[in-house]
């Protein structure tokens, strides 16, 4: 046979190779095609084995044809293959998607606002070194009221009116501050915790709802002084509405507290100029607070000439309805409509 | 209470700015809630001279009359009654001047110009009289065409205050006035009350005192007047009490009023004629004694109460009502007037007990000045005979067994500093208790301070305390912050609350906050109202029952959203519920609930179904997982009243039963009107917590897992997990997962029959598993499985 032939027969060969392997769809029928060519059966296979019929002297250029025959088809069945990935690629590159359809939102779950607000307010305390005290919401008559300075048969009885379980003995607790009194018995001094929780008075209508949250705090230790109580709840108010924040104190009266003091912040809605939001007069009661009374100290067993205290007690309820808008009742804070409280973020 | 700037003015003897005024008071303690000016406001209305009076010529109702307005003479038809002849002085609203709603224009009434109005007290908001137009004749003798407010003297600040129960001195006019004088460093030195002019019998001849309880009643005083004539008022008292918010009715019970307020002492006036036997008697009521009070309301007293009577039966709920019987009538001549002192305590008992408060209640049971009788008696008696005539009775009488003295009270300057954080001057100090109307002796490092009998609330050196602090201004205390012991935190509850609500929060439930008392019914319906916690003075029905379960109230919040069109809710919410366990308080647990409906999360075009009980159950397994480590155990459970009896479990944990999970009783949401298919959980958040493991991180396997697929066909009525449970076990420790993938019905499935499909993961901690062991395990686990349940692979 002559080796000219057998030369231009593996060039016809790779050329049709070339011609095929770009009109193929997928790369096995390109491997397919590939091994058809070069495979065990292959046509350039069956083609080789005539190579050792050939004279030695052409055997070497013959052999050298079939090597870049061969390269040549691998090649060209690596560039289709690759080329076959390039445009599936760009097809998935180039598809539409209408963009303007809404993204899939999982369901997102979120605490309660007057949750929110009372972590926030115990946070601050916390992080002061107080610790936190809780304490049953049914409670009894003498915890609520008695060792707290409430006398029997006095007019200090009707600043909170009262549900009762037996009246007289126990009661939905009127206030977080019986939680003073269980920690100054139970808890060596020094004492200083914060009590924050549920309350319940027998009042209901759009500024009053029968059970609302109040957080409690109580300092008792040697040497403590009106003047430290000024300087917590300035820092507290600080933390809670800014830096910037007003307050005033007022004298006023609670059983347990003496002296006792409102404390008041510029509104934060006028700024002090006077809107409905503080009832013209520029200022929002914020909290109650004061001197323990010696009384309640006695009660518990504490020396009131060697220890001093202060307490305060602070709605939360109200401090959401002026950190969030738009909470025009309180009791909308207890109907749980998902609407009202899908509304609040931190 | 209500309080005149005018008035305390004239007490104090000085005029500060009102604003000023009540600044200063609401930071020493008397919080002003609102500051009101009255009798402003009268452009074009003024003091109208009458110059003729003629019958209108159409109507027999009306008059026209010529009026002088002080700049010219106008014609105005009026139609009050009481429309007075010529040279009486009136209030003329002139043509352009407000009158309430409407402003006064020339028109013609039934026919005749009219150019202005003639006013009564009521148009004017100036008293409560409407029955005629005001006729100022005796009032004033200003000129035609003064303004109305300068005739009268009509401007005036009123305060509303709210006086703390520890101020029973600032319940009165006089009381503020002392405050006042002391807040503004000025002597206070009221005018002493001239005496009313004597006559006839000496008091003695016309009453006697009986006073049989001294507990109830420590000072009974009293004085009569004869020969009074009961009439009205002049303007000027009258206008003073209706700005203080009391209805003015004749010159004798005016008096009383004004009284009241002027000095916080009540009086009750008795007509004397009517005063059985001339005799006065304080008693205790015997059980089941009964009087008709001024309110006509027909009271049954007990052995607690107090009550003044005459010879005959009672006359007055002692400080808190008179009896109708013996009140001031218009036929009134004699009266005598009680002044005493009663024991607040049992003021406030009786009070209560009647559901019965009054002025004079609400002062005696904060317990006012027991030894200002002298003075008021006799101011009030000038006042009635001033204004009714009438002479006061000679002669004290004054019960009065065992005087109030003045309580004596040791203040250390000293102890000042340390409560208060700052000093003050000692000399302020004494300047301070001083205004207070006490007496200060003793050294500069204690005080020994005579207190007046006006402040029964000062006992204790704290009160003193309180009174320099508020005076001097909490304003001026330095903020110090307090060196802080450090502690060992133990807040366990709290933070356990805090806990769940950020794994709940996690797995997409809103947070609810709900009233923990529910309606007795509903807890009854849902078969939790044992060893309830009843209260006793509700509100309504709907919150008299404490809750037993958080459920009742997520309930109550699907029902709202519901009603509102609200279709999809999933909320949890973590409380207590309350339980009686026979003692004196009851149990409360900490509890987590969780509540769903409606829909699942969807995308367009998409539709996953309503949630079912399976979306609970996944929810509070993976609750109980993220907040114990533990795996729950679900049990069959069927004796639940609010649970689907067949789609409810109990879940188990470490052993102990937490709680259930199911579908809301159909019934339960019919209750509420609300349709099927609602779902939730309630566990025991405390008891899980104290079950709750270490988290324990496995090492990482590094061989490569093999999986293997098994199906199974099985009764119906056959459970998934025995099955599951048993392949587990029989897989063995290389099968590091078994798990349900698939439970098909339909095409190339008999009826009645079901394939549970598991894919099982094998996987070494030590090499490579080869298929070989693997399928050799494999198979033989399979054929455990179904000798052991009887059935066949599919």
Redesign the interface.
């Known amino acids: 046979m002559d080796p000219q032939e057998i030369i231009n027969d593996l060039q016809k060969l790779a050329d049709r190779f070339d011609d095929s392997v770009n009109a193929l769809a997928t790369e096995q029928q390109i491997r397919d095609l590939q091994a058809s060519f070069l495979g065990k059966k292959g046509e350039v296979t069956m083609l080789q084995k005539l190579l050792g019929k050939l004279p030695g002297e052409s055997r070497r250029e013959v052999g050298q044809a079939f090597n870049q025959a061969k390269q040549r088809i691998t090649s060209a069945a690596g560039d289709a293959i690759d080329g076959l990935v390039n445009r599936e690629a760009r097809e998935y590159l180039d598809r539409h998607t209408d963009l303007t ?2 993204g ?1 939102a ?7 606002p ?2 929110t607000v009372m ?1 926030d307010i ?1 946070d601050v305390f916390v992080s ?7 304490g ?5 008559d003498l915890y609520n009221f008695g060792k707290l300075n409430f006398p ?5 009885r ?2 909170q009116d009262t ?5 007289g ?2 009661l ?1 607790r009127t206030h977080t501050s019986p939680v003073q009194i269980r920690t100054m018995l139970e808890k060596p001094l ?1 004492i ?1 915790i914060v009590a ?1 929780g ?1 309350v ?1 008075r ?1 009042d ?1 209508d759009p500024t009053h709802s ?2 609302f949250f109040q957080v409690e705090g109580l ?1 008792v ?1 040697e ?6 109580l ?3 709840l ?2 507290f108010l600080a933390r809670i509405f800014g830096r910037d924040v007003r307050s ?6 609670f059983p347990f507290t ?5 404390v008041d912040i510029e509104c934060i809605s006028c700024k002090g100029a006077g809107c409905n939001l503080c009832s013209g007069t520029g200022w929002l009661e914020i909290l109650g607070s004061g ?1 323990v ?2 009384t309640v100290l006695e009660g518990v067993g504490i020396d009131p000439e060697r220890y ?1 205290g202060f307490a305060f007690g602070l709605g939360v309820d109200r401090i959401a309805m002026l950190r969030y808008e738009g909470i025009s009742s309180i009791r909308l ?7 009202f ?2 509304a609040f973020r931190r | 209470m209500l309080v005149s700037y005018r008035w305390i003015c004239e007490i104090a003897g000085f005029s500060p700015k009102p604003e000023e005024l009540g600044d200063k008071l ?4 008397l ?1 002003v809630d609102e500051l009101q000016t009255v009798g402003v406001g009268f452009d074009n209305i003024v003091v109208g001279v009458i110059k003729s009076r003629e019958p209108h010529p159409t109507s027999g109702k009306l008059h026209c009359v010529t009026v002088d307005s002080g700049s010219g003479v106008v014609s105005v038809v009026c139609g009050a009654p009481n429309c007075p002849g010529p040279g009486s002085r009136v209030v003329l609203a002139r043509v352009g001047a407000s009158v309430g709603e409407i402003t006064i224009e020339s028109r013609e009434i039934a026919g005749v110009p009219s150019e202005g109005m003639l006013c009564s007290e009521m148009e004017l908001d100036i008293g409560p009289d409407q029955e005629g137009i005001m006729i100022l004749d005796g009032e004033t003798e200003a000129a035609a065409g003064t303004p109305i407010d300068d005739a009268l003297g009509l401007q005036d600040w009123i305060y509303s205050i709210g006086i ?4 029973p001195d600032a319940l009165s006019h006089r009381g503020i006035a002392r405050e006042m004088a002391l807040l503004y460093g000025k002597p206070f030195d009221p005018s002493v009350p001239e005496a009313a002019p004597e006559g006839g019998d000496p008091v003695g001849k016309h009453i006697k005192v009986d006073l049989i309880d001294q507990e109830g009643c420590p000072r009974y005083a009293a004085a009569v007047i004869t020969g009074a004539k009961v009439g009205k008022s002049p303007f000027s008292l009258r206008y003073r009490l209706h700005n203080l918010g009391v209805r003015p009715i004749s010159n004798l019970v005016d008096v009383t009023n004004l009284i009241l307020l002027e000095y916080g002492q009540p009086l009750h006036a008795f007509d004397l004629d009517r005063v059985a036997d001339a005799t006065i008697v304080v008693r205790r009521a015997s059980d089941g004694e009964r009087m008709k009070t001024l309110d006509e309301v027909e009271r049954t007293f007990t052995g607690d109460d107090l009550l003044i009577c005459d010879g005959e039966r009672p006359v007055a709920v002692a400080g808190v009502m008179g009896g109708i019987d013996t009140g001031i009538t218009q036929e009134t001549k004699n009266l005598l007037l009680e002044c005493a002192y009663f024991n ?2 049992m003021i ?2 009786t009070s209560k007990r009647l559901k019965l408060a009054s002025e004079s209640s609400y002062r005696f ?2 317990g006012i000045d027991p030894n200002m009788a002298d003075d008021v008696l006799r101011s009030t008696t000038h006042l009635i005979c001033d204004l009714a005539g009438g002479t006061r009775a000679p002669g004290p009488m004054d019960c009065y067994p065992v005087p109030i003295e003045r309580k004596r009270v040791a203040l250390r300057p000293g102890r000042y500093e ?5 000093p003050v001057e000692v000399q302020e100090m004494r300047r301070i208790l001083k205004g207070l109307g006490a007496v200060v002796t003793g050294t500069d490092h204690e005080f020994s301070v005579l207190v007046p009998t006006n402040r029964p609330d000062i006992e ?1 050196e ?2 003193l ?2 009174e320099i ?2 005076v001097v201004g ?2 001026k ?6 060196r ?4 060992i ?3 366990e ?2 933070e356990v609350g ?1 806990r769940v ?1 950020q794994i ?14 529910v309606p007795e019914e509903m807890l009854v319906g849902m078969g939790l109202s044992d060893r309830v ?7 309504n029905s709907k ?1 008299e029952t ?1 809750r037993t379960t958080l459920l009742a109230g997520l309930i109550e ?1 699907l029902k ?2 519901t009603t ?1 069109y ?1 279709g ?5 919410e973590v ?2 519920t ?1 339980h009686d366990e026979g003692g ?3 149990l ?1 647990v900490l509890r987590v609930a969780a509540i769903m409906n409606g829909s699942r ?1 969807s ?2 075009g998409e539709d996953h179904g309503p949630v079912d009980f399976f979306d609970a159950k996944g929810i509070a397994g993976a609750f109980i997982r993220e907040f114990t480590g533990m795996d729950p155990v679900f049990e069959p459970v069927t004796d639940l009243d609010y649970m689907h009896p067949n789609r409810a479990l109990r879940v188990v944990v470490g052993g102990d039963d937490v709680g259930v999970v199911g579908e809301v009783h159909p019934k339960i949401l019919a209750d509420q009107k609300l349709g099927r298919g609602a779902v939730g959980f309630e566990v025991d958040a405390m008891k899980l917590w104290g079950m709750r493991k270490i988290s324990v991180a496995s090492p990482l396997h590094e061989f490569p897992p093999m999986v293997r697929d098994v199906a199974f066909l099985v009764e119906e009525a056959r459970d998934a997990a025995p099955i599951e449970d048993a392949l587990r076990d029989a897989c063995g420790p290389l099968a590091i997962s078994v798990s349900l993938f698939d439970v098909y019905r339909g095409k190339g499935i008999e009826d009645g029959k079901k394939s549970l499909a598991f894919s099982v993961v094998y996987r070494s901690r030590e090499k490579t598993l080869t298929d070989e062991e693997v399928d050799t395990i494999h198979r033989t686990a399979i054929d455990s499985i179904t000798t052991e349940f009887g059935v066949r692979t599919r």
Not at chain 2, 484 to 487: A, M, P, V
Request: charged content about 30%; overall charge negative.
């Open positions: 359809l809404p899939r999982p369901s997102m779950g979120r605490m309660h007057i949750t972590y115990v002061m070194g107080f610790d936190v005290a809780l049953p919401e049914i409670e009894t029997d048969d006095h007019p200090a009707d600043m549900l009762f379980i037996k009246e003995k126990t939905l020094p200083q924050p549920a319940y027998r209901d029968p059970m300092l230790d040497g403590v002084s009106f003047a430290h000024k300087g917590v300035q820092a005033r104190f007022r004298p006023s009266f003496e002296p006792s003091a409102e001197m009374d010696p001093t804070l207890y109907e749980n409509d998902p609407r409280l899908e | 609401t930071f020493s303690g919080e703390t129960p520890n101020r607040p305590s406030r008992r049971e904060r340390s409560v208060m954080g700052y204790r704290i009160d305390i309180e602090a508020r909490l304003d205390i330095p903020s110090l912050l307090p802080i012991q450090s502690c935190p133990d807040r509850e709290y805090m609500r709940m929060v996690s797995l997409g439930l809103e947070e609810s906050i709900s009233y923990s008392f916690i009843k209260i006793a003075n509700p509100l919150r404490m919040n709202r959203a509102r609200v999809l809710v999933r909320q949890f409380g207590r309350f004196e308080l009851p409360e999360d995308w367009i």
